[in-house]
C-alpha cells in the first residue's frame, strides 16, 4: 500500500484518504510505472541499463532505505533479477558511477579483469535484498535508475496491490525498523570479514584482485547472523609476517640473560664457598682431622727444674684428712724416715684431740691410719706415724741458713683437698717474724715463728706441707698465709692466696721434730724475764710485774744472771734490731736452749749489753 505520511512535504491526500507519496527531489519524468514505483533519477555519467525480461533494471532493484547509496523515500522494485553486463568499455558498477580521478577499472561479480580472467566479488560485499543475487552497489556509490516508471494512479483511485514486505510493521516503532516507513525491510548489519589470503581485493568493488581466485566463496545470510542486542563482532587480529628483531633489542636480551646467568653464578658460588669454609673451619680441611703433634718423650726432666722437683718430692707427700670432736679438716704432711714418721702443723692435727681419727693419703692413692707422736703449739709443729706400711722415701732435709732472698722454692701441698698440687716460687724475704693463732685467749696456742717469706702460692690445704729449694731439699714447712682483710692465720682463712706465704725455717722444725719424736714434747728456749706486751715503744720492755704473781725477772734464771732489771727496754739481740716483745721472743726461740745471745737493753736513759745463755723449758 502506497501511503504518505501526513505532513510530508509534497504529499497529497487522495479521494480514499491516502496520501500520495512525495515524488524524489530531482525526478526527471513526472510519471510513474506501471507498478506505482517512481523513476529514480540515472546517475549523471552512467548510461541507462536496459530493463530486465521481469521489468526491472538491469542494473538491479533500488537500493532501499539502510541500503549503502540508497535515496532516502525511494521504494524497492520487484525481485531483483541478474544483472546485466554493463557497456563495452566495462567501467560502469552497477549502482555506482565511475571515480573521475583515477583510472582502474570498476566490475562487477560477472565482470573480467584486464587479462580475461573471470574476477572475484568484493569479499566483504553483502549480499543484495530481497532474493537479489546480485552484489550490493558499494559503498559510498549512487543507486541507479529503476526499470519504466509508471504513472502515479488519478486522484481517489486506488492503488495496485503492493508486494509484502518481508516484516510486519513494528507498532513501537524500534529501530531500525521504525522511520523512514512500516514497510521498510531492516537493513543488514555490516560484520567484518575474515583478512582474505594473499591476493585477493578487500574494500570496495573498485579494488581489483591481483591474483585469480579459483572459486568464489558461498555469501552468508545477512538475516541468519543478526542479532540487535548482540555487541558487535571483533574479528581476530591475524600476525603478520614477523619482522626482524632490532640489533639492539637483540644485543639487549643477549646482555641481560648474560647478566643474569652471572649473577646466578656468583650467587651459587658464594654459597657452596661459605658451605666450603664453615666445614674446612670446622673440621680443619676435608676427610680425617690429624692435627701435628711431637711425638713421645723420654719423661726424665733436669732434676733442678720445677718438674724434676716436683717428680722427686710428690712420693714423699701425704695428705691428711683429720675428724673428731665435731671438727674436721685437711692438711699435707711429708715422710721423715722409713720407720713411718711424718712432720706436719699443729693446728693440722689439732681436731682429732685425743680419741679423733687421722687417715694419710700417699701420693699413690693408698691409705693408712695414723697416730699423733707429739704435738707443740708454740712451734705450730707435730709429728705423726703411720703403721704396718713399707717403702716410705723421707725427703731430704736442707738448711734454712743457707737460704737467700730470690732463691727460687716449690710447694707441694693439697689445698682445698686437691692433693699433689705443686706451686713454685721465691724466698721473698727471711727471718720475717709472725705470730699465729691465739684463739684460745690464754696465749698458749700463740704460735712465734721467725718465719721465710714466700710468693709460691699457699692456700688452705697447704698447712704441714714441704717448701723445696732449688734441689728439691726442704728448707721450711708451710704454715701460714697473709688474708685479704689483713688478717694473720694458719689456715690464712678462706680467701686464698694473695702471695703471701710464710713457712717455719727447717732448722727449727728439725730439732722441734727430733725431739718429739723422743720425748713427744719440744723444750723452748727462755731468757727467764716476763715481757709487757701492751708496751708501745720501740723494743721489748721488761715487765713491772711477773704474769703468775712472781717476779718480773725469775730468780736464778738467765736473764737475773746477766744483770737484766724490770724496767729495762731490750734493743737488739744478736746486734738485729728489736721493735716489739713478739719479736724478741720469735728470735728467742729461733735458738737452741744453751745458746748464748748477746742482749742490747736501755736503762735511765743509758744503753748497755749483757751476755746470756738460753735456758730451757717444757714444751706444752
Do not use: C
Not at 712465734?448 to 729449694?469: E, F, R
Amino acid at each position: 500500500m502506497n501511503e504518505g505520511k501526513p505532513g510530508t512535504p509534497g504529499a497529497s491526500e487522495g479521494p480514499d484518504g491516502d496520501f500520495e507519496l512525495a515524488r524524489p527531489i530531482g525526478t526527471a519524468s513526472p510519471g510513474t510505472g506501471p507498478d506505482g514505483d517512481y523513476e529514480l533519477r540515472r546517475p549523471l555519467d552512467t548510461a541507462a541499463a536496459p530493463p530486465s525480461t521481469d521489468g526491472t533494471s538491469g542494473a538491479g532493484a533500488a537500493a532501499g532505505p539502510g541500503r549503502l547509496g540508497g535515496t532516502p523515500g525511494a521504494v524497492a522494485s520487484g525481485t531483483g533479477a541478474e544483472p546485466t553486463p554493463a557497456g563495452p568499455d566495462a567501467g560502469t558498477a552497477i549502482g555506482g558511477a565511475r571515480p573521475a580521478d583515477t583510472g582502474a577499472e570498476h566490475i562487477t561479480g560477472v565482470e573480467t579483469a584486464e587479462h580475461g580472467a573471470p574476477a572475484a566479488p568484493a569479499p566483504h560485499a553483502e549480499p543484495p535484498a530481497s532474493g537479489h543475487s546480485g552484489p550490493a552497489p558499494a559503498p559510498g556509490a549512487e543507486a541507479p535508475a529503476s526499470g519504466p516508471t509508471r504513472p502515479a494512479p488519478a486522484h481517489g483511485a486506488h492503488a495496485p496491490a503492493q508486494p509484502r514486505p518481508l516484516h510486519d510493521p513494528d507498532p513501537y516503532s524500534t529501530p531500525p525498523y521504525g522511520e523512514p516507513g512500516p514497510w521498510a525491510p531492516a537493513p543488514p548489519v555490516q560484520h567484518p570479514a575474515a583478512t582474505p589470503a594473499h591476493g585477493v581485493a578487500v574494500g570496495a568493488p573498485e579494488a581489483v584482485s591481483a591474483v585469480p581466485v579459483a572459486q568464489e566463496a558461498p555469501a552468508a545470510d545477512p538475516w541468519a547472523r543478526y542479532d540487535p542486542w548482540a555487541a558487535p563482532a571483533v574479528a581476530p587480529l591475524q600476525q603478520s609476517d614477523p619482522v626482524e628483531e632490532d640489533v639492539k633489542r637483540r644485543r639487549g636480551r643477549r646482555r641481560r640473560t648474560l647478566i643474569g646467568g652471572a649473577l646466578i653464578i656468583a650467587l651459587v658460588s658464594g654459597v657452596a664457598g661459605g658451605v666450603v669454609g664453615v666445614q674446612l673451619e670446622r673440621s680443619g680441611g676435608i676427610g680425617a682431622v690429624e692435627l701435628p703433634q711431637a711425638g713421645v718423650e723420654a719423661p726424665d726432666r733436669d732434676p733442678d727444674s720445677v718438674a724434676g722437683i716436683a717428680a722427686q718430692a710428690l712420693p714423699s707427700v701425704v695428705t691428711l684428712h683429720v675428724s673428731g670432736g665435731g671438727r674436721a679438716g685437711t692438711g699435707t704432711g711429708f715422710v721423715l724416715d722409713d720407720r713411718g714418721h711424718i712432720l706436719t702443723n699443729d693446728h693440722v692435727v689439732e681436731p682429732a684431740g685425743e680419741n679423733g681419727d687421722i687417715t694419710v693419703t700417699f701420693h699413690s692413692g693408698d691409705t693408712a691410719e695414723a697416730t699423733v707422736v707429739g704435738r707443740d703449739s708454740g712451734y705450730d709443729l707435730a709429728v705423726v706415724r703411720v703403721k704396718g706400711v713399707r717403702g716410705l722415701t723421707p725427703l731430704p732435709l736442707g738448711n734454712s741458713d743457707n737460704v737467700q732472698v730470690g732463691d727460687p722454692v716449690v710447694a707441694i701441698g693439697a689445698p682445698f683437698d686437691l692433693a699433689g698440687t705443686v706451686t713454685s716460687g721465691i724466698i721473698s724475704a727471711r727471718e720475717r717474724p709472725i705470730t699465729a693463732g691465739g684463739e684460745k685467749g690464754d696465749g698458749s696456742d700463740v704460735s712465734y715463728v721467725d718465719a721465710l717469706q714466700t710468693d709460691a702460692p699457699i692456700n688452705p690445704g697447704n698447712s704441714g706441707g714441704p717448701l723445696l729449694d732449688g734441689k728439691g731439699r726442704v728448707i721450711g714447712i708451710n704454715s701460714a698465709i697473709r688474708s685479704a682483710d689483713g688478717g694473720l692465720d694458719p689456715e690464712g682463712g678462706q680467701s686464698g692466696s694473695i702471695g703471701l706465704g710464710f713457712a717455719i725455717p727447717i732448722n727449727q722444725g728439725k730439732r722441734v721434730a727430733e725431739e718429739l719424736i723422743e720425748t713427744g714434747k719440744a723444750t723452748h728456749p727462755v731468757i727467764g724475764i716476763t715481757l709487757d706486751m701492751e708496751y708501745s715503744g720501740d723494743g721489748a720492755r721488761v715487765a713491772a710485774e711477773g704474769g703468775d704473781g712472781g717476779p718480773p725477772v725469775s730468780t736464778g734464771g738467765p736473764g737475773a744472771k746477766a744483770g737484766i732489771r724490770p724496767g729495762d727496754v731490750i734493743t737488739e739481740v744478736d746486734g738485729r734490731p728489736v721493735h716489739s716483745g713478739e719479736e724478741l721472743i720469735v728470735k728467742t726461740r729461733a735458738h737452741r736452749p744453751g745458746d748464748r745471745l748477746e742482749l742490747t737493753l736501755e736503762r735511765d736513759g743509758e744503753e748497755r749489753t749483757v751476755s746470756l745463755v738460753l735456758g730451757s723449758s717444757g714444751g706444752g
